[in-house]
């Protein structure tokens, strides 16, 4: 009976806070909606999603109520997205999105992922990207609780048997970039696999599954390098050649070798036709199938580059098709969204979910055109890169919301960032906001490839000032962050003279470098936390740096450095986190301000009272509540390196309590509300402070502490592994057997006082 204890005091020693904080309701975020938005005239059902890029399709249950459910995989990011097909009110279907069965996906998902059910026992399995680029990975779902699926890995890399004198076992190698089609393509009821040629992406090798069991396993064989006598020319975006016939030599291609893939039958004749489509090109090619479902032959005569023919597809690059019922009739349609994997093409995504209805009712489909941002109209999207604030621009008493990203909607059409600007049009208590503009200020003329703004009050005048990080596309390796005083009296509309910014001094000019403004030291001046990925030799330090308001003039030159690597932020690794964002306000409700920061990992770290904390602040990360799970767990936004996301903090419903927004590489915004708070509880302040050096540490560590204390060191399963019972103000720990990592180091004073710090075993 002790043990549950044990974890529970362990807990509250580990988010650092007093015992008597442990026993109130669990403090975490959850997702909610917390308020309308409106374009136009159109109230969007689901704006807090958090925006869609590159997405990927497939079909799966996910509440075990035997209804086909909607799992999107977001390649730039690698973020899951999960949606329920439920009852509309007053009838018919619609897809709710339901963020909670996101943590169900596991978490190294990357490049591509496919749901296929390969054991017949009516769970969608998933195929994805292994290891090592180009392999399959595979993931048999097996059932969880509630019918929720369980993903249990089965296959690092799926493999062909060779039977050459030679052969063997060999890797299926599907190369970096290209999609393979993981189908039952020639009607055996078990899953083969399709894949250009992963050298040079010319041909398709195909793959039949040669399992013995009754309905398929994951047992291959390769049947031919060439399917259906295709081959790829990279003279043009439609050019191939069919038979024995080859491509006439290039002395430099035209097109690069990414390809998709989609065996569906087009024409009902029961064998597989093909979708195809190929990196830097716009259209879907249709190539007919003049063979049979065993052997396939595809022919110049069957191919056709405008499709489908009654509104062919026009993405600006990449498109890749999914084959799925979205319309809940049964009958499979068409989405087809681009596939690419960064931003190097600078296209447009926040209208890029082309979805095609099929509206026959015979084998033969007809994909009639419904709308070309599925999903995304119903969201906040505002392309790329969000990052959003918060303050009152209009005058009368409401938080506004102001957005930058990065976008084709403005104007001129051209790759740029802009302020989108959200007037609350609601009521204190129930905010809606009202999409007034894409370019506020017109900032999109100045030709930014970024804008991160934060409302503030820098010269104490009671009116909302502009500042903003940004840098140009004519300079992508200069950051700053400027400023605009608000010329207008306190609580009027916002007068910004957006052509006389004025630049911060001192501070490092990385780009996507964020400020967060607050009061740190309580002198009644916002000071300025600023995350950056500069560690120069002019700017030497780490990822979170402190620049004290020291309240003199001029303002550009009021924030001088104090401390350059503040609270010591680290990853699980110990190493410094790459495009950090932070913000600050009283979520948990102790009238202390908190901290909290993301990277590109998209994972949130909480730092209760983090004016109180020592040197190493403590950090927590399960923050996010899963109502449908009924556990903490981290917020997953996707885990590719170089995401970029911002947080902001406000108040928008008048409650009291803060709401944590979140700005995506997605370019939409999630929205998070604070679940139980801690109050009326001993504050950190009242902790016993500790010193512990070297750290990170490798043979010994000094702890001090300002009265003699015992010390114990715990891992992070709670277990003690070094305990100094005697009571002295300085202990020397030897680290010896240790093994690497990150160590918890709790000193207690005899009348109960208690610190906690974190200690890096090298």
């Not at 390098?225 to 990279?234: D, I």
Request: hydrophobic share 35%; aromatic share 10%.
């Amino acid at each position: 009976m002790r043990q549950p204890l044990f974890n529970l005091l362990f807990l509250g020693v580990w988010l650092g806070l007093p015992l008597a904080a442990t026993a109130q309701t669990p403090f975490g975020f959850e997702y909610r909606s917390v308020a309308k938005v409106v374009h136009g005239t159109d109230t969007l059902r689901t704006p807090w999603v958090g925006g869609l890029n590159t997405t990927q399709f497939s079909s799966i249950d996910l509440n075990g109520d035997n209804q086909n459910d909607l799992y999107l995989f977001d390649r730039q990011t690698r973020r899951s997205y999960t949606y329920l097909n439920e009852a509309r009110p007053g009838g018919g279907r619609q897809w709710q999105y339901a963020p909670d069965y996101q943590s169900l996906f596991p978490t190294d998902l990357a490049n591509w992922v496919q749901l296929r059910d390969y054991d017949c026992d009516g769970r969608a399995d998933i195929f994805t990207m292994g290891a090592i680029s180009g392999s399959i990975r595979v993931y048999r779902n097996v059932a969880g609780a509630g019918g929720r699926p369980t993903f249990q890995k089965v296959s690092d890399e799926l493999e062909f048997f060779d039977p050459g004198p030679n052969g063997g076992m060999i890797n299926i190698n599907t190369g970096g970039y290209n999609m393979p089609a993981i189908e039952d393509v020639n009607g055996d009821g078990r899953l083969d696999i399709a894949t250009f040629n992963y050298i040079n992406s010319t041909t398709v090798h195909y793959f039949v599954n040669t399992s013995t069991a009754a309905c398929g396993g994951l047992a291959f064989q390769k049947s031919t390098e060439r399917w259906g006598g295709l081959k790829t020319c990279y003279t043009s975006c439609t050019s191939f050649v069919f038979g024995a016939d080859e491509c006439r030599s290039l002395l430099r291609p035209n097109h690069t070798s990414g390809n998709n893939l989609l065996p569906i039958d087009l024409d009902g004749d029961g064998d597989k036709d093909l979708l195809t489509a190929r990196d830097n090109c716009p259209e879907l090619v249709r190539l007919t199938n003049e063979g049979t479902p065993a052997t396939a032959r595809f022919t110049a005569a069957g191919q056709s580059t405008n499709f489908p023919a009654a509104a062919p597809l026009r993405l600006p690059n990449f498109p890749a098709p999914y084959s799925l019922d979205l319309t809940f009739d049964g009958r499979p349609d068409l989405v087809v969204t681009p596939n690419v994997f960064d931003h190097l093409d600078t296209i447009d995504t926040h209208q890029n979910v082309w979805l095609y209805e099929n509206t026959s009712t015979t084998a033969v489909p007809n994909f009639a055109f419904r709308q070309n941002d599925f999903l995304q109209r119903d969201m906040l999207d505002v392309s790329d890169k969000a990052a959003p604030a918060f303050g009152d621009l209009t005058g009368d008493g409401l938080k506004d919301m102001l957005i930058g990203g990065v976008s084709r909607t403005t104007a001129n059409g051209f790759y740029r960032a802009s302020l989108w600007l959200y007037q609350n049009v609601g009521t204190a208590a129930k905010p809606v906001y009202k999409l007034i503009t894409n370019d506020y200020l017109g900032l999109s003329g100045e030709k930014y490839g970024s804008l991160r703004p934060s409302l503030v009050d820098l010269n104490r005048d009671g009116a909302l000032d502009l500042v903003y990080s940004a840098f140009t596309l004519r300079n992508s390796s200069y950051n700053f962050i400027a400023y605009v005083l608000n010329t207008a009296p306190a609580n009027q509309a916002a007068v910004y003279n957006p052509a006389a910014p004025v630049l911060l001094e001192n501070v490092p000019a990385r780009v996507y470098d964020t400020p967060c403004f607050t009061d740190v030291d309580g002198d009644g001046n916002v000071d300025m936390l600023l995350s950056t990925n500069t560690n120069s030799s002019d700017f030497p330090g780490q990822a979170l740096r402190y620049y004290r308001n020291t309240g003199t003039q001029p303002l550009s030159r009021t924030f001088v450095l104090v401390n350059g690597d503040y609270g010591h932020i680290r990853t699980p690794t110990d190493e410094r986190p790459n495009n950090l964002a932070a913000t600050v306000a009283d979520f948990d409700g102790d009238n202390q301000p908190d901290l909290v920061t993301i990277d590109e990992l998209g994972t949130l770290h909480f730092f209760a009272n983090f004016r109180n904390q020592n040197t190493i602040f403590l950090d927590r990360t399960d923050v996010l509540y899963n109502t449908t799970l009924a556990r903490f767990e981290n917020l997953e936004l996707g885990s590719r390196i170089e995401n970029l996301y911002t947080l902001a903090s406000a108040d928008v419903n008048n409650d009291g309590t803060p709401e944590l927004f979140v700005g995506t590489e997605d370019g939409g915004v999630v929205a998070l509300g604070v679940r139980g708070l801690v109050l009326g509880t001993k504050t950190a302040a009242q902790a016993l402070a500790l010193s512990v050096y070297p750290n990170p540490a490798t043979t010994t560590a000094t702890i001090e502490t300002p009265r003699p204390t015992r010390v114990v060191v715990l891992d992070m399963m709670g277990r003690h592994v070094r305990t100094e019972a005697t009571l002295r103000q300085r202990h020397t720990l030897e680290l010896s057997g240790l093994a690497a990592g990150v160590y918890l180091v709790q000193a207690e004073a005899a009348n109960g006082q208690t610190g906690v710090q974190r200690l890096v075993v090298q």
